[in-house]
Structure formats: C-alpha cells, structure tokens
C-alpha cells in the first residue's frame, strides 16, 4: 500500500510540474483600419509546428511552454506579418494588423494558380469581396459595379431575372452569328458560364481575381475578353465556425418617366390638328367653322375638361414597392488532417409589377483530407436552382419583350379606363389579321394565369487530387475532374382575352364609357409552350506544378493537360387555338388549331496544352513565359489547333539599393510589360461543314404517283456557303504598368496602358458580297482593328488617432478603337460612314439642326437665305414651329446626302471612380460612386415621335410650339417628318454621376456580443442607386429608355451573426 501511495504522490507531483511547465496564450486579432475581427488568421509558434487560427470573434487560444520565452506570429492575406515575443508568465497577446499590399507573401488567384502579389507582370486586378458581400443582388455582377477600372457592368439593377453582364476593356468583335464581348469565367479551375457566376452568393466566395492583359493567354483561345477568376471558400482547421446572415429590403424605382397628363395630350393633339389644318378649327371641332366639317379626333372643351379631372399615372399605380430578400449560412471548421466548408444561401427578389417574381437558391459543400503526409484530396459539390416569372405579355408590333408592361403602361392616355362595368376595355385600336392589337390591357393581363416561366437547375461535382512527389523538393502532380448538369425548363402559357367595345361619351365620344357595343376576342397570349434543355459538360485537368527557392533564385513552373466536353439538347413545341378555362398542359394536348415542333442537340469539344513558367531573382527582376495549345471541335480538321504564346517581365524598383537606402518614402515600386497572342471562338461551329434541311410531305423528296399522291423524305442543303478554312480570332495583347506604393503603405498608385490588335476576325461578308451570287456568304477571317486606353488607379489609407480611419480610392480609365479593315458595301467606301481607320464609334450620324422657325419672319429669313430648302420631299417646306437643319452637300434640298457626324463620340469613353470609406470605433461607412462623360446623350427615338391617342410622349412635349407660344421649347407636334430625324437638336450633356451604392454598419461591442451567446454580431444598411446626382434627362432615368423596366434602388437591413 505504502508503495502505490508512494507511486501516486509522485505522479501527482510530476504532472503539477508538467502543468507549471505549459501556458495558454490568448488574444484577439483585428483589423488595424477598421477594427474589425479577422477571421482564420494563422497564428503560429516561431520555431515550433504548434499553431492555430481565429474564430468568428477574431479570437484564439494556444499552448505554448511557461520555461522560455516565446514568438507568436500572424499571417493574413492583405495584411502585414506580426511578431509578439512573450515573457515567461505572459498569457495575453492581441494583435492589430496593417493593410499592406506591399507584403511580399501576400498571394494573388491567377490561372491555373496563385502567385505572389510582388511578383504579378499583368494586369491583374482583384476585388475586395467583404465590400461586396451586403449587397443585395441576384446577380453577382452587379455588385462588382464601380470596383476597379476597366471592369464594365450592365443590366441586373432592373427587371427581377434580368441577366447582368460584364465586359473587360471594352473588346470588339466583327462576327454576326455567335460573337460577344462577355468574359471567361473561372469557378475553381472549371470553366463556367456568366449565368453560372451571376448565382453565385457573396457569402461563398473566397476571392476574384480579372484578368486584364496577356496574363489571360493560359486560358488561350477562350481568354481573349479577359478574365474573371473566382475562388469558392473552403473549410480551415479549427473548431467550428458558423456564419448567419440576412438582410430585408425594398426596391423602387429611381424615377419614373414623367409623361404628358391627361389634359396636356389633349392638348397637343389638338394643336397638332391645327397645325395640320392652318389653324381653321374652332374649339368644338369645327374646320373652318363650317358644322358639317366635324373633326372626329378633336378634343372638345368638356372632353378635356374632363381629362383634367380624371388624369390617371398608370405606370406610377401599377409599379408597386418591391421586397427584397436574402440569407446564407455557412459552416466551416476541420483539423490538420480534415477540413470542410458547407454553406447554403437564397435570394428573393419580388417585382413591382404584380406577378413578376425571381428567386434562387444554392447550396455548396467541400471537404480537404491530408490522406499522407503528401496526398490530399479534396470533394465539392454545388447545387443551385433559379426560378423565373413573369405575365406573357406579347404587343402586336413587338417582339414578346418583357418591358412590353412599361411600354403599354406609358403609353396609356391618362384618361383611359381599363374596366367599365367590370368589363376590360378595347381601347382605340385596329385588329390585325389574327385578332391581336398593341393596347393590351396590362391590369387583366397581369391577374390572369397567362404567364412565362424559367426553371434552372444545375449541379456540379469536383474532385482533385494533389500529391507531392518524393525527391524532388517542391514537385506537385495534380488531376481534377468535373462534371456539370444544367437542366433548364421554359415554358409560356396564354389564352384569349374577350374585350368589351363603348360608344364613348363627350361632345366627340372621346370620354370612357357610353353603350357597350360589342365583345372582341383578342389573340395576343394564345399559345402553350414548353422548352426543356438537358446539358452537361465533364472537364479534366491534370498537371505538374513546380515551385521552389535557391537562395534569391524563385522558380515556378506549370505543365497543363486539358479536356473539356459539352452536350446539350432540347425540345420546343407550342400549340395555339387554347380552350379558355382549360389547364396549360391539357391545352398542350387540346389546342384546336396550329402547332409547331422543333429539337436542338449541340455537342462540343476541347483539348489544350499548356505551361508557363516565373522566375524571379531577388524578388527584384521578374519575368513569366507561357504557351498555350489549344484545339476545339468549332473548326475543320487541319485548322483546330492554335497556339498562343505570352511573355511579361517586372522590375522592383524599389529593391534596388539607391532607392532603398535613398528614398524612404517609397515602399514600392514595380515597372511590369507584357504582350501576348490569344485567340477567340466565338462563332457558330462547323460552318467548314455543308448543312441541309430535312423535310417530309409536301416540302420533302420527290413525288411519286399523281401530284397529290405523298411525297416521300427529303433532305435540301441549305444556302450558306461553307468555309472550310475558318478558325479563331487572333489578337495580340500588349500592356505596360507601373504600381507605387508611399508613405508606409498608406498611398498606393497603379496605371496602365494597353494597346491590342486584332486581326483575321471573324466576319459575315453580307455587305461587300453581291446579293447575285444567291447564297449566304459564309463567314471569313477577314477584319482587324487596334483596341487602346488607359487605367490609373490611387488608393489613401489612413487613420486619425485609434479609433477613426478612412480611405479614398479613386480611379480613371479610357478606352477606343480604331478599325482597319472590315465588312463594308462598295457603295459605302470612301463616304463619311466609311469607318475605315476610324473608330468604330465615330459619333451621331445624323442632320446638323440650324434654328428653330418661331415666327413667319424667321421663315421668310431663312428661305431667302435658302430659296431652293425642301426637306425629304417638295411639299415639306419650312414653316413657323419647325426646326431646320444644314443643308451639307449645297444642293438646296435635305436628302441623306446631307448626313453627318453630329459628335465625336456616341457612348461615353471616360469613367471616373470616387469610392471612399470610414470608420470610426464600430461604426464603419463604405460609398460607392462614379462619374461617366466624352460621349454623347440624346432623348430616344421613341420620344421624338408624335404622339397619339394611345401612345403618350414624355412630359417635355406639352411645351411645344404654338402660334401663342412661340418661345416653346419644342417644335409643333405635326412636323414630325422633320424633328423626328436623328439631329442634334436633342442633344443633351452626356457627364453622369451617381452613387452606386451605400453601405452604412456596426458591429456591436464583445462585451454585448458575449452576453447574448453569439461570437460576433454586425448591422447593416445598404442602399443601391440611392442618388443621382447629375442625370442629362428631365423626364427619366439616364440609365434606362423610358419605354423599359425603370432602374431600382434598393434600401436593405441585413444582419450578420457569427457563432
């Protein structure tokens, strides 16, 4: 017994020493900028394996010896390195890290890989993600709008669903059938579309990185529109994070066109009328007072006094306040031997038209496993769903174009009644041939179960594979496969609509009601249509990566094998004559009169080569070569291959000794070049092939029998003429950039200038190849053109004691063209529209506006200086109330030969970023502005026509000439043959600038969060398109026709919670 007792007090007193032996160190790490936890910063032990990272708090823990003192080390990416040497008994150490761009470990996502920041010598721009994960947006682009230069976006900031696009100094293509100036998107290595990327949650991307330049030639003939790489979060050792976030918001518009009233059209049509008459009609209609001599479509005066009482904005009834929402959940966490990342998330957008919705939803998940102490494998899988809804909303005169409710809905006279008794009214309109007319009437279209719906469903599965190969330092053999279902189902639904017919009431039967006169079927939504597409696309990836240092010598090398391929098909079929009352898939079935069948099947393929190779001496003198091979099945056999070469070199300034030593101010300087050929594909495939047409009975073969026996199968080549010697676009990219950094980090300045050529483009010869050959000429690789600009960009970070900071991030880029050579008619050559060694945006082609004729003095003036003056026509002479223009060639008459460039630019070409942010304790604020100029803005076609009875014009018609109101600011309403010409008289000033958005947080103190049971809590408030603050129109948002969806601003409330 005295034995065991003996042997228990002295483990006892050996684990009591062991204890006394070991401390636990604990600390928090933020942001020394805005004092915001950093979440998973690595902390390590200097000289030991042991290490760890932050929580959701920014806070760690970690076990270190009590005998010695010890160095606790931080890394983050974006953020200086820091040491903290602990005493013996220390166990607190907090940290506050500096931004630093400059640090020389910071790493940057490119092709294929990563590459320290110090080393890049493309242009290579990244996105700071956290100043993008609060806005609320179903499409990811839009919230990229204003970050960096050079990086355009459009569309998505409307109509819920509308696709937004992106466009990386503005590329151009020549090619008719397939071309687009979108970019490549990189998800994780794979290849993917923009809708892909646009369903894409803030909430799981880790980073994204666009490339700009020949840096984008790894990515060879898919590369040539630059780049957008993204990285998807994974899982980081440590115990389990869990991230919640939410927000709720409203969507508006940011202004609604401002139409002419009630009162005000009834006006302008009338004095159109007197226009039209010499102004012989008295106010009941009368012409030349003579009361047999009625005008039909003369306002009355209690017709008009009745519009000024009922003056209805149907636009402003329907277009409702809109809710916006959207959450995510991730969790994260793992061990060193195992980590995982698994999030969800989903975005609600309603619309503010009834009826008219879009949401989404998406799921990801990854797992990383060190199964040796050299093989790691790595799963992930995501998932994500969209759906899509929307009246079928199809005008006579139109495509079935979405914006067609806007339209209707601005065109709609104030004084018009969509309902009389309960019944939908006709309104003045003529019945086409299948009984369908313009004036919907958009209050019964859209409570109707008339509808066109989108479903997207598309699941992707990744699996890499990484093993490090034994005895030779630094060699990595890498495979990855993945595999992509995109399974889309569209499907549209109508029925005829039965309109009621009134007499009217008024003096001239122009006021809404009276006898009901007759019922009319209206055939605008008959049809039932179903479009389902399968697709799925596998891509492999295998590669040999190389990465090492000797001394001041660094070397990375890639060798890339690639297999890429793509297959997709559909059905389409629709059926009109719908039973009314009837269900959408019994009337696909039942539909008592045409229908239309027609499939689609489309299959692709790619294989490249691939390797690039950086060195770098002393962290100094950088250079990167690369090439890419590259074949597709687009092109006939002989022409599928393609390789494209790059090249780029940098030198540190700053790491040389008699800047170093000399000039301290400096932290960096880096001068970078690069050229590099890449290559475009954008264009239908197989056109080296002949292609036919399949037809049965009476468009098939032959006949055999009498003439009206059957005809048998047939196949008939179709008349576009094949080109087997077609292959890709070639452009050969140049760059040259320098980036600065002052002032201990705090100033950072990047320009660059660009210069590409663009040469055997793809082109349709359809104006240069005569119409007597009787064919479609087939494309050629005929065109090229020099694309060019500028992009500079500054950055100041700084603060004001401890608790205030700020930053300001301006940024300037241009960009134009000049083509060389391109598709253009003989009869065109030589002209003023011939573009050859222009750019492709010369300006307004238009009519140069001279005066406005107010009185019959200035007529006479002017047709004694002009005695020959006819306008298109000799009856068009001038009068009081019309606008004249130059007459170019001196012929006396205004043909098209007096045509001219109006402008030097027609689009703006220079934009300027004025992006700033503060904070102050917790309290933090983010804005996001821009201003855009040097083209030119003019008031749309559609609001420089005449109006109508049932097509109102914008507000600023109702000031129009008059013979009592000859100052106006417009012409007379009846002259439309001559202000509806393209001419700078509605020219405006083309400078915009407005907030893109707002983003207004606090993250509530530890001592709160801790009492609660949450590891960190943040408000929010984001706005989208708050304020405009220079808009060129009066009547709408420059951002948007009148005539379309109106541009939204967004206020949203958003948590985020951590745990």
């Known amino acids: 017994m005295r034995r065991i007792f003996l042997l228990f007090s002295v483990l006892l007193l050996l684990s009591s020493t062991l204890k006394a032996q070991t401390r636990t160190i604990t600390g928090r790490v933020v942001s020394s900028d805005k004092n915001e936890a950093l979440i998973g910063v690595a902390v390590q032990v200097k000289g030991s394996t042991t290490g760890t990272s932050t929580d959701t708090s920014g806070r760690f823990s970690i076990k270190v010896t009590n005998l010695q003192s010890v160095v606790i080390g931080v890394k983050y990416i974006g953020y200086a390195y820091q040491e903290k040497t602990l005493k013996v008994g220390e166990m607190n150490a907090d940290f506050k890290l500096l931004p630093s761009s400059s640090n020389l470990e910071e790493v940057v996502v490119v092709g294929y890989g990563t590459q ?23 499409n990811l ?3 990229l709008r204003g970050q960096i230069p050079g990086l355009s976006e459009s569309g998505g900031t409307q109509r819920p669903g509308q696709p937004a696009t992106l466009t990386i100094r503005n590329p151009y293509f020549f090619s008719k059938d397939g071309g687009t100036t979108d970019p490549l998107y990189i998800i994780d290595d794979v290849f993917r579309t923009s809708a892909d990327f646009n369903l894409l949650d803030a909430s799981e991307i880790e980073n994204i990185s666009i490339l700009k330049d020949a840096a984008a030639a790894i990515y060879g003939i898919q590369g040539n529109n630059g780049v957008v790489i993204v990285k998807t979060k994974r899982g980081k050792a440590g115990a389990p994070k869990v991230n919640f976030s939410t927000s709720v918001g409203a969507a508006s518009a940011t202004e609604l066109p401002k139409m002419m009233s009630g009162l005000q059209l009834g006006t ?43 003056n209805n904005n149907y636009l402003k009834q329907a277009f409702k306040t809109a809710l916006v929402e959207r959450g995510a959940l991730n969790i994260s966490g793992g061990n060193d031997k195992v980590t995982y990342f698994a999030g969800t998330n989903y975005t609600n957008q309603n619309s503010n038209f009834q009826g008219v919705k879009s949401n989404k939803l998406g799921f990801r998940a990854s797992v990383d496993a060190k199964l040796t102490k050299r093989l790691k494998v790595s799963l992930s899988v995501s998932d994500e769903i969209s759906n899509s809804r929307s009246y079928w909303y199809k005008l006579k005169s139109t495509t079935e174009s979405l914006d067609n409710d806007v339209l209707s809905l601005a065109y709609a006279a104030p004084w018009t009644k969509f309902f009389i008794d309960g019944n939908p009214v006709l309104q003045n309109s003529t019945l086409s041939g299948s009984g369908a007319v313009d004036n919907v009437n958009y209050f019964l279209t859209s409570k109707s179960n008339n509808y066109t719906e989108g479903d997207n469903y598309i699941l992707n599965a990744l699996a890499n594979i990484s093993y490090q190969v034994p005895g030779i330092k630094g060699l990595t053999a890498n495979a990855s ?104 898939n019994q009337n696909f079935t039942n539909g008592t009169q045409s229908s239309t069948q027609s499939s689609q099947i489309s299959n692709y393929g790619r294989l490249a080569y691939a390797g690039r190779v950086n060195y770098s001496y002393a962290d100094k003198y950088l250079v990167e070569v690369l090439m890419r091979a590259d074949a597709n099945t687009h092109f006939a056999p002989g022409h599928q291959w393609g390789y494209f070469p790059s090249g780029s070199i940098g030198w540190v300034a700053s790491e040389e000794g008699f800047i170093k030593n000399n000039l301290k ?30 037809g049965t009975g009476s468009s098939g073969g032959a006949v055999f029998g009498t003439p009206s026996a059957e005809r048998g199968n047939g196949l008939a080549q179709n008349n576009a003429i094949p080109n087997p010697n077609l292959t890709w676009d070639s452009n050969l990219k140049t760059n040259y950039g320098v980036d600065m950094q002052f002032l201990n980090n ?89 573009l050859t060694g222009k750019s492709s945006d010369n300006g307004v082609l238009g009519y140069k506006y001279v005066s406005f004729l107010r009185t019959q003095a200035d007529v006479d003036a002017f047709v004694a200086a002009n005695p020959n003056y006819t306008l298109f026509g000799a009856a068009n002479v001038p009068k009081p109330g019309m606008i004249v223009f130059r007459d170019v060639d001196g012929d006396g008459k205004m043909t098209t030969n007096d045509l001219t460039y109006l402008s030097n630019k027609a689009s703006n070409h220079y934009n300027l970023g004025l992006n700033w942010g ?16 040097g083209g030119t803005s003019a008031v749309e076609g559609a609001a420089t026509k005449m109006a109508t009875a049932t097509e109102n014009r914008p507000e600023f018609w109702s000031d129009h000439w008059t013979p009592s109101n000859t100052n106006a600011a417009y012409p007379n309403p009846y002259y439309n043959y001559d202000y509806d010409l393209t001419s700078d008289f509605w020219f405006k000033s083309s400078l915009t600038f407005r907030v893109s958005s707002v983003n207004l947080g606090y993250a509530f103190p530890q001592r709160f969060v801790n009492r609660i049971g949450v590891a960190s809590l943040r408000a929010y408030v984001v706005a989208t398109n708050p304020i405009n603050f220079i808009n060129p129109f009066d009547y709408r948002d420059n951002a948007v026709g009148y005539t379309a969806y109106p541009n939204l601003k967004t206020f949203s409330f958003g948590l985020n919670v951590g745990f």
């Open 141 to 143: 682009s839009v919230a």
């Open 116 to 138: 320290k920041k110090i080393h890049l010598t493309g242009a290579v721009a990244t996105i700071d993600v956290k100043a993008i994960e609060d806005i609320p947006t179903g």
């Open 918 to 933: 503060a904070a102050y304790k917790s309290l933090s604020i983010n804005v996001v502005m821009g201003m855009s100029f």
């Open 746 to 834: 705090r100033l950072s300045v990047s320009a660059d200038y660009f210069w590409n050529h663009g040469y055997n483009m793809l082109s349709n010869l359809t104006s240069s190849v005569s119409v007597l050959i009787g064919a479609v000429p087939s494309s050629e690789n005929f065109a090229s053109i020099n694309t060019f600009g500028y992009e500079i960009s500054a950055s100041w970070k700084d603060r004001i004691g401890s608790d205030f900071s700020y930053s300001f991030s301006p940024y300037f880029s241009w960009s134009d063209n000049k083509i060389l050579k391109y598709d253009l008619s003989n009869g065109l050559k030589g002209t003023i529209q011939d």
């Open 268 to 310: 302008y049509l009338n004095d159109a009328a007197q226009a039209k008459y010499n102004n012989t009609i008295d106010e009941n209609g009368y012409i030349g007072g003579v009361v047999t001599n009625k005008l039909a479509s003369w306002y009355t005066p209690d017709e008009l006094n009745y519009f000024s009482q009922n």
């Open 481 to 584: 496969f993945n595999k992509n279902n995109n399974n889309a189902f569209n499907k549209q639904y109508g029925t005829t609509f039965n309109y009621a017919s009134y007499s009217g009431t008024g003096d001239n039967n122009h006021i809404p009601g009276g006898t009901l006169q007759k019922f009319t079927a209206i055939t605008n939504g008959d049809i039932v249509r179903l479009n389902p597409v399968f697709a799925n696309s596998y891509q492999f990836n295998a590669s040999l990566n190389y990465n090492n240092k000797f001394g001041k010598h660094e070397l990375s090398v890639l060798a890339l094998y690639e297999q890429e391929e793509r297959h997709s098909e559909g059905v389409a079929g629709a059926v009109s004559g719908v039973i009314v009352g009837a269900e959408d």
């Open 665 to 694: 101010f400096i932290d960096m300087l880096k001068f970078r070049a690069s050229v590099g050929l890449l290559g475009s594909d954008n264009t239908k495939a197989y056109q080296y092939q002949a292609n036919y047409q399949f």
